[in-house]
């Protein structure tokens, strides 16, 4: 598979971010979320989980919306050295 399929066959990565009084995952480029959970590990697990289950990333926000961490579950066309 060459890098425009594999870029094409990607799953959109998974976003836990703050949604009016909690916290919810959205895919990259969707406004909308599936469920909003009260607490942000709640909604970090949920989103560990569908990530995994898709073999995407997972892209965690801060309260302010500026990105704290990214796991990669897929197939990364860049893994670390060593």
Known sequence: MNSVEWAMSKKPEVHTVKHGGGWANRRAGSD??????PTKKEAQQAGRATARRESTEHVIHNKDGKISEKNSY?????????
């Open 32 to 37: 909308r979320v599936s469920k909003v959970y």
């Open 74 to 82: 897929g197939n990364d066309p860049h893994p670390p050295i060593g």
